[in-house]
């Protein structure tokens, strides 16, 4: 089987009834390039910018975070990299934040929510994102949305720091805007959401969490946390439809778009994207191929 996946590298996305799909990777570091590029993905889907915080001291400043993503922008050499930001708290902590114990670190206080709270650590990633999208094809995708409300502050913070770059002379490129879909509300506010962004990436990690109401970190749970259940494949469903009726192009993130029992489904669906582990990208091809959506 190893042979003739190796086999479909080169080969187009596209379904046997001819629909072009954008399979792509996930990376969680620089590192993570060479592997992508092995697998022959289209472009990166999901670039976890934690590691950034995750492996520092302190703050990372907006030098180092340009550099990394520019270098990712660069090694893709013109094929999409769409950058998460900052996506600390809840499973992932950091002890420069000082954040405080939680009894509900899943539902507390995270990502989004801290960026828009404290704008200073924010505004000095979207600097450097913005100022990388001058080196590839930067997409820009934030993290635990739930309301309209959130993405206009945050397209507020985005026109902000472009007029800085503009008057401080500092080139940029053109770059995508999108949410992540991973919490029931954002899901239920889809066809609003859509209008103010460029795409939708599903994550259905968290989306399965927060609406089965699991911790997808307990052991106990483990048997029971089925991202198969009904009501997600709803929400899927609906997310794209929305998601298309405003514009959007719209993917999956989390772990449930490597589920090649499921790619049909995410296809008949009208699924535009899949962003998976490198080593599921050749995988999930060969099903895309061998799929007619009609
Ligand atoms: C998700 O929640 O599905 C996702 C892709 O993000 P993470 O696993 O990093 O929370
Ligand atoms: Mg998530």
């Given at each position: 089987?190893?042979?003739?996946?190796?086999?479909?590298?080169?080969?187009?996305?596209?379904?046997?009834?001819?629909?072009?799909?954008?399979?792509y990777a996930n990376i969680a570091g620089v590192g993570d390039v060479a592997n992508v590029l092995a697998?022959?993905?289209?472009?990166?889907?999901?670039?976890?910018?934690?590691?950034?915080?995750?492996?520092?001291?302190?703050?990372?400043?907006?030098?180092?975070?340009?550099?990394?993503?520019?270098?990712?922008?660069?090694?893709?050499?013109?094929?999409?990299?769409?950058?998460?930001?900052?996506?600390?708290?809840?499973?992932?902590?950091?002890?420069?934040?000082?954040?405080?114990?939680?009894?509900?670190?899943?539902?507390?206080?995270?990502?989004?929510?801290?960026?828009?709270?404290?704008?200073?650590?924010?505004?000095?990633?979207?600097?450097?994102?913005?100022?990388?999208?001058?080196?590839?094809?930067?997409?820009?995708?934030?993290?635990?949305?739930?309301?309209?409300?959130?993405?206009?502050?945050?397209?507020?913070?985005?026109?902000?720091?472009?007029?800085?770059?503009?008057?401080?002379?500092?080139?940029?490129?053109?770059?995508?805007?999108?949410?992540?879909?991973?919490?029931?509300?954002?899901?239920?506010?889809?066809?609003?959401?859509?209008?103010?962004?460029?795409?939708?990436?599903?994550?259905?990690?968290?989306?399965?969490?927060?609406?089965?109401?699991?911790?997808?970190?307990?052991?106990?749970?483990?048997?029971?946390?089925?991202?198969?259940?009904?009501?997600?494949?709803?929400?899927?469903?609906?997310?794209?439809?929305?998601?298309?009726?405003?514009?959007?192009?719209?993917?999956?993130?989390?772990?449930?778009?490597?589920?090649?029992?499921?790619?049909?489904?995410?296809?008949?669906?009208?699924?535009?994207?899949?962003?998976?582990?490198?080593?599921?990208?050749?995988?999930?091809?060969?099903?895309?191929?061998?799929?007619?959506?009609?």
């Open positions: 089987a190893r042979e003739l996946l190796s086999m479909l590298k080169g080969k187009e996305d596209v379904t046997a009834d001819g629909k072009h799909i954008k399979l697998n022959d993905a289209a472009g990166i889907g999901l670039f976890r910018s934690e590691f950034l915080y995750l492996e520092a001291e302190d703050y990372p400043d907006e030098e180092t975070q340009f550099l990394a993503y520019k270098r990712v922008a660069e090694n893709m050499a013109g094929k999409k990299v769409v950058v998460r930001t900052l996506d600390i708290g809840a499973d992932k902590q950091v002890d420069y934040f000082n954040l405080d114990k939680e009894e509900n670190p899943a539902m507390g206080y995270r990502a989004i929510r801290i960026c828009l709270d404290r704008p200073e650590i924010f505004r000095t990633q979207l600097r450097a994102l913005i100022r990388a999208s001058a080196y590839g094809e930067i997409a820009i995708m934030y993290p635990m949305i739930i309301s309209v409300e959130e993405v206009l502050k945050i397209k507020a913070i985005v026109e902000e720091v472009k007029k800085e770059l503009d008057e401080q002379g500092i080139r940029y490129g053109n770059f995508e805007q999108g949410i992540m879909i991973e919490t029931p509300a954002a899901v239920m506010m889809s066809e609003e959401l859509a209008k103010e962004v460029d795409f939708f990436s599903i994550g259905t990690n968290d989306l399965t969490q927060y609406t089965l109401a699991m911790d997808r970190q307990n052991m106990k749970l483990d048997t029971m946390y089925d991202p198969h259940h009904p009501a997600i494949l709803r929400m899927i469903r609906m997310t794209i439809e929305n998601g298309h009726k405003g514009g959007c192009w719209v993917g999956i993130c989390g772990e449930l778009g490597a589920d090649t029992t499921l790619t049909e489904t995410f296809l008949k669906m009208g699924i535009d994207e899949l962003s998976v582990s490198p080593s599921f990208v050749l995988p999930v091809r060969k099903i895309i191929r061998e799929t007619k959506v009609k």
